[in-house]
């Protein structure tokens, strides 16, 4: 045998992923418990972490003859631990000759099989053994090892109209289609079972509930779906209800057939339910329908072949349209009409005359009624009950309708009517002429007696026989006479006209004729009030009579004033009235009545009160709503409502000739004016008086302050800034057009004139605002004052600035080294720093930085671990947040990622060199059997090796495998051990130590 010893170390050459050295752990040589010999192998197979899952072996398993499990050399051995909810095990060939399996549980080590690959291997609900799995026959494989948790999913409920159909389609997990068999819990089972489209081999069915289907009460179906994950498992199963909407149950009302004149009204009758209806003037719907709607019933417009479609409000929700619908057909016929025709006279009609009208016969049981009514006004003049013959005598003339109405047995009616013409001729008056007389009025007894006289006159005239008046029948003459009909023209005269009627019992003829009474004689009088007098003035002068005692004989006296004629001097005058008698039927005759007068009384006058105007000028003297007289130095000539108007008054026994004033000012705001007022009477006499005005300014200016203002500041010296003046605890007075130049609406105005612009402020605050309130003042010339106030508040609204540090991606591993490499240790609460130490920390491209426009309160930070990814072992989310005294507040972040990029160091054992004959020594030589697949070591393990093997990590403990290569098969036998350190992030080194 050949003897070499040294190792060949392979850095960064890793053979298998972290997950596949976990997943392929090797089991000692000496497992207690285990039913195979100590040299099997032996692969755990971990599928706990799902009731529904897979493992996949590594690739290229070859079975080693010396390997003995269940009495067969030659086998490959899988130790499977299942989920508790696992149901079956088994194991597929995903390459290599397929070939049979034996199984066996923990408990009981009998070997049981064998079992073709592929096959399901069931599992009880209590099983709570290990399961093994040995497989032994010669090839190469790869395996996948298999749980299963069987599952079907059905929605619970489904609903379903008669008539119509669903899909029921279920959901499966780890089950045999196969195996699916559909049942029902309820009977009878053939017949709901019929209603399926299928009950084996499907997940999906159709379900059809046929109309008519169910019973009363019996509303819902329980189907129950069972599948197994393999024939030989037992079952699980899901249930669906089947909640049944029964189909419309409705029936048409009678009457289905009408008379004529009646309503086709046809009326459904659906029980308790509430459905919706859709007439139709066709069977089966045919036509156009009513449309959709609750009510029962519906009127048609014609007879013959109808239906109804209805619909069930709740199937229609849930998706079942026609098919859930009924549809009623019905035919709707009519009555016969009975006959109904009215005859009757053939002549003219009078009144006080019977006669008899009739109709044919309407069969056994009709009844015949009958009306008749003035053609053509239609006034019902009598009513008969029953009577097919009725006879009837009118006592009115004009044209008669009669009409009858026939009600059949079936209570069908049917109408007619016929006009009968009357009378149609009057009395002829053509040959008659009455006196029309003119009558002097004598008083009321005389008067009447003569018309009296002259209506008697007509009377016999028109009733002598052989009279002007000629018809074919006899005739009465009627008159309206009556005294009280004569009509008034003036005084006792005036006419009366009366109208004689001459009628034949149906038509009336007229004549009339006037009498009039006349009046031509004027009134006389004797009055002693129309004598001649004598006053000192005009104004004494009694007014002109209203009336005087006089004589008519037909009737009422009126008195007219005509006017009187002045001459003499003013104040000496000499007046003749004249007035005019006149009766009421206008004769006419005038009289005289003389008067003296002389004047020497002086006028009075009165001025008004002092009057206080507001204004600014004279000028405002002159405006007539301030209800007073225009300003006048010189004389102005005024009338009696002027001086009323402004509070004075001037009167005279005689009259007045002029009314004046004239003005006299002095001082001013106020302004004092003196008027003098003059009155003068028509003979001379004269009276004067004074009036005091005041002209005041009274009226406030106005003032509107500019808009409020909101601004960001810090002090309450940037006011200056934000509304144009600095502030000031004192009154400070500013031009006018500076005050209106701050803008935001801000204005003054007078009726006269702005004296000045003034403005003091106020304020209140807090921590983070100044409420300053500014009260503008303006004053007129005559020191009117009106204020406005303004409100600017100042506040800090700014948000703080923060530029954060460099983000950090560094070699690390744990989040203690976040300190050193940040400047700030690592914390999941927050923490308190000063700024100083912020602008501090280490940055290579960001400056770090904070600012505030009013002052920093506060700087803290606080880490966030997020979720690492290799080759990250940390990764943290730094938030740094400044906050201002205000509360305004902003963050930033920074990351910090610690990277193990760093490989394991690995130191292989020396090489070994022993005698033997093949590679089963590997055993006894390094304490590890001969592996031509990879074998994995802890890295206790593999630092307990021996010959100076060694390996260690900068972060995390590291797995070491090995794999052995024959170089040299003849002697000497050498075989390469090739050792591969690797931590969880994939950093790896190799070596090789060789055995002899």
Not at 228 to 240: A, G, M, N, Y
Not at 442 to 453: E, K, S
Not at 539 to 551: C, H, L, R, V, Y
Not at 596 to 619: E, K, Q, V
């Amino acid at each position: 045998m050949v003897i070499a010893y040294g190792s060949t170390p392979t850095p960064n050459k890793a053979i298998l992923d972290f997950a596949s050295i976990l997943g392929i752990l090797k089991i000692g040589l000496s497992q207690p418990g285990s039913p195979c010999t100590p040299l099997n192998q032996e692969f755990i197979v971990d599928l706990t972490g799902s009731a529904s899952s897979t493992w996949n072996s590594p690739a290229g398993l070859s079975p080693n003859p010396l390997d003995i499990c269940c009495l067969n050399p030659g086998c490959i051995e899988f130790k499977v631990l299942v989920h508790a909810n696992a149901r079956a095990v088994s194991l597929n060939i995903l390459s290599g000759p397929a070939g049979n399996y034996d199984w066996k549980l923990e408990s009981d080590l009998v070997c049981t099989g064998p079992v073709p690959t592929g096959d399901v291997f069931c599992i009880g609900a209590s099983t709570t053994d290990t399961i093994y799995i040995t497989f032994c026959q010669a090839g190469t494989y790869s395996f996948q090892v298999q749980s299963y948790e069987p599952a079907i999913t059905l929605t619970p409920i489904e609903f379903l109209a008669e008539g119509c159909s669903i899909n029921l389609s279920a959901t499966l997990q780890d089950i045999d289609p196969t195996t699916l068999v559909w049942t029902t819990l309820d009977a009878p089972a053939a017949t709901y079972l019929s209603y399926l489209s299928a009950t084996s081999g499907t997940p999906n069915v159709t379900v059809t509930i046929p109309k008519g289907a169910t019973l009363p009460g019996d509303l819902t179906i329980d189907y129950r779906l069972t599948g197994r994950v393999d024939p030989t498992c037992p079952p699980i199963s899901v249930d669906v209800a089947i909640i049944v909407l029964p189909e419309p149950n409705v029936t048409i009302n009678p009457p289905t057939t009408f008379c004529p004149e009646d309503p086709f009204t046809v009326t459904a009758n659906p029980g308790a339910a509430s459905y919706e209806y859709n007439w139709y003037n066709a069977y089966n719907g045919g036509g156009a329908g009513t449309g959709w709607g609750a009510s029962t019933s519906h009127t048609f417009p014609t007879v013959g072949q109808k239906s109804v479609i209805i619909r069930d409000p709740n199937s229609e929700i849930l998706g079942f349209t026609v098919c859930a619908r009924d549809t009623i057909n019905f035919d709707l016929s009519l009555f016969p009409t009975p006959p109904a025709n009215v005859t009757g006279p053939i002549v003219p009609l009078c009144t006080g005359v019977s006669y008899a009208f009739q109709t044919p016969t309407a069969g056994a049981g009709a009844i015949y009624a009958w009306e008749f009514r003035e053609h053509p006004s239609g006034t019902v003049i009598s009513n008969v009950a029953n009577n097919r013959t009725p006879n009837v005598t009118f006592n009115t003339c004009g044209d008669k309708r009669a009409i009858v109405t026939v009600t059949s047995n079936n209570g069908c009616d049917s109408t007619s009517s016929l006009v009968f013409q009357s009378d149609s001729l009057p009395p002829n008056l053509a040959g008659c002429t009455l006196p029309t007389p003119n009558f002097e009025c004598a008083g009321v007894a005389a008067n009447n007696a003569a018309i009296t006289a002259w209506h008697n006159a007509n009377l016999a005239l028109l009733d002598l026989p052989g009279s002007c008046a000629t018809d074919d029948c006899s005739w009465t003459v009627t008159s309206n006479f009556n005294l009280a009909n004569f009509i008034s023209s003036c005084g006792l005269t005036g006419s009366i006209t009366v109208q004689y009627t001459i009628s034949d019992g149906c038509f009336q003829s007229l004549i009339s004729s006037t009498f009039t009474v006349v009046d031509n004689t004027p009134p006389a009088t004797t009055d002693p009030d129309l004598n001649t007098m004598a006053f000192q003035c005009v104004a004494a002068i009694p007014p002109p009579e209203s009336g005087i005692t006089m004589t008519d004989i037909c009737g009422t006296t009126s008195f007219n004033y005509l006017g009187q004629s002045p001459s003499g001097i003013p104040c000496a005058l000499l007046i003749t009235r004249r007035y005019e008698m006149i009766d009421q039927c206008g004769n006419r005759d005038t009289v005289f009545q003389v008067f003296t007068i002389n004047d020497n009384t002086a006028p009075t006058l009165t001025c008004g009160g002092a009057i206080a105007l507001p204004g600014c000028t004279i000028a405002d003297i002159d405006v007539p709503a301030n209800g007073s007289l225009e300003f006048s130095t010189a004389i102005r000539n005024i009338t009696i409502g002027e001086l009323t108007s402004v509070g004075g008054n001037a009167n005279d026994n005689c009259g007045i000739d002029s009314l004046y004033y004239r003005d006299v000012r002095a001082s001013s705001c106020p302004i004092t004016i003196t008027r003098t007022f003059t009155v003068v009477d028509s003979c001379g006499n004269r009276r004067t008086c004074n009036q005091t005005i005041t002209l005041d300014d009274t009226t406030l200016p106005t003032i509107t302050a500019p808009n409020d203002i909101n601004v960001g500041g810090c002090v309450i010296g940037d006011i200056l800034v934000v509304s144009g003046l600095a502030y000031s605890a004192a009154s400070v007075t500013i031009p006018v057009a500076t005050f209106t130049g701050l803008g935001g609406g801000a204005a003054v105005n007078d009726n006269c004139a702005i004296l000045d612009v003034s403005y003091s402020d106020a304020f209140t605050t807090n921590t983070c605002e100044y409420v300053v309130t500014r009260t503008f003042r303006v004053r007129d010339t005559c020191l009117n004052v009106a204020t406005d106030i303004q409100t600017v508040r100042i506040a800090d609204n700014t948000f703080p600035t923060i530029t954060c540090p460099d983000n950090i991606t560094v070699d690390g591993c744990t989040n203690a080294e976040i300190a050193a490499i940040s400047g700030l240790a690592y914390s999941t609460t927050t923490v308190n720093i000063t700024v100083n130490t912020f602008v501090n920390l280490p940055s290579t491209i960001a400056t770090p930085a904070v600012g505030d426009n009013c002052g920093i309160l506060s700087l803290t930070y606080r880490d966030f671990p997020l979720v690492p990814t290799c080759p990250q072992l940390v990764n943290v989310r730094r938030d740094f947040i400044v906050t201002d005294s205000c509360g305004n507040a902003i963050t930033c972040s920074q990351t910090i990622v610690l990277e193990d990029n760093t490989d394991p160091v690995l130191t292989c054992p020396a090489d070994m060199i022993a005698e033997g004959c093949n590679q089963s020594l590997m055993l006894t030589m390094s304490g590890y059997a001969y592996s031509t697949t990879p074998v994995v070591l802890t890295a206790a393990q593999y630092n307990s090796y021996g010959g100076g093997a060694s390996v260690s990590d900068n972060c995390i403990n590291v797995t070491v495998t090995y794999q052995d290569q024959i170089v040299q098969a003849s002697c000497p036998l050498i075989v390469n051990r090739t050792f591969t350190a690797t931590d969880p992030c994939g950093n790896s080194q190799q070596c090789i130590g060789i055995y002899n």
